[in-house]
């Protein structure tokens, strides 16, 4: 398949949000760089990366029905992709775990499962359940996209209602991929109307619809970070919450059609890396940094460029071999299959 640059730009971008919203701000310097307007709305921005990827995907592959997107050979080269870059992070985290503390093998598994330790761990288990939600999100979305973008929004607005009516650990909240099914149908949208909406924006069809909306999540992101709003259906990570995506979605697609127009070769390496970045990022030894570098300047710089430079390593080392393995995968399965048909039919 081939790579789409501003979406490698755009995660490129977000990559380096993550790992800079992951440093030792204090509260009052969040609010002070407006935060969240923009460090904040890293993982909302790859949310919409994944739902317009996998929309493309689902198209480049023919998938028709729902039957095609639980492909199993499909479901499993997806799952492999996310799982084997973790699998050796959390390794080296569960070897250092175990310097300090003994760890059981039954906690070790319930780590894996959950993402293991380390700023966004959750990101994992979500990315797994997003495999399987995804298919649910597409197929409105294509019959329909202005039909199914307003049900996702009215879905993702039912599941706030019903955790906070029943009460939904945080714990559980953070490790479920729910809260982001506006982003995901967001991407989705776009995918299957970018070329309208460019060609239109100008038009009360949709340009109302789309800054509207960008003012009402400015007014909410500002009410609730700067004025002290609590919103009474929304309970965890409001910051990011799927009202705060009517503000990004807009910004989401300018910068698309502005990135589409250039080739910064960095931010492309970077996002095609940015899994791997992210996966350092989240075992770096920040406490060492803070004690032993006295400059913040200099623990900012040293930070970054550690975990962009030892992600993208990563990925450029690790991705041909995943690659070369999921193919052999892939085959050795549809050999697999066939022969399970051709046994059905004999």
């Known amino acids: 398949m081939d790579r789409i640059k501003a979406l490698d730009m755009l995660k490129g971008i977000s990559i380096i949000m993550v790992v800079l919203t992951h440093f030792s701000w204090s509260d009052q310097e969040r609010l002070v760089g407006l935060f969240p307007f923009w460090i904040a709305m890293a993982v909302p921005i790859f949310m919409m990366v994944s739902g317009y990827t996998f929309a493309m995907s689902f198209e480049r592959h023919g998938v028709s029905q729902i039957e095609d997107a639980y492909n199993f050979i499909f479901i499993v080269k997806k799952i492999l992709r996310y799982t084997l870059p973790f699998a050796v992070v959390y ?100 995918y299957f109307m970018k070329d309208t909406i460019y060609l239109n924006w100008k038009t009360r069809q949709y340009k109302l619809p789309l800054f509207g909306g960008g003012i009402l999540g400015i007014i909410f992101i500002v009410m609730y970070n700067y004025l002290g709003f609590n919103p009474p259906i929304l309970k965890y990570w409001i910051g990011t919450s799927f009202i705060t995506i009517l503000y990004i979605f807009p910004v989401f697609i300018l910068l698309f059609k502005i990135l589409s127009e250039k080739s910064i070769w960095i931010l492309e390496l970077i996002g095609k890396n940015s899994y791997e970045i992210f996966l350092v990022q989240k075992i770096f030894p920040r406490g060492y940094l803070y004690q032993n570098v006295s400059s913040r300047v200099l623990q900012l710089f040293v930070y970054l460029c550690f975990c962009i430079t030892a992600g993208v390593i990563m990925g450029r080392v690790m991705q041909p071999g995943i690659r070369t393995l999921i193919s052999k995968i892939e085959v050795l399965l549809h050999k697999e299959s066939i022969a399970i048909e051709y046994k059905k039919v004999s």
């Open 91 to 190: 390794l080296i985290e569960i070897i250092y775990e175990n310097i300090h503390q003994s760890i059981s093998f039954g906690e070790a598994c319930r780590l894996f499962l959950v993402g293991g330790n380390g700023p966004g761990s959750y990101y994992y288990p979500c990315m797994i359940q997003l495999i399987f939600l995804m298919p649910l999100i597409y197929f409105p979305i294509k019959k329909n996209p202005r039909r199914g973008i307003r049900i996702a929004f009215l879905v993702n607005a039912v599941y706030e209602v019903l955790q906070n009516a029943y009460e939904l650990n945080e714990t559980c909240y953070r490790l479920l991929v729910f809260r982001y099914i506006f982003a995901l149908a967001c991407g989705c949208y776009f």
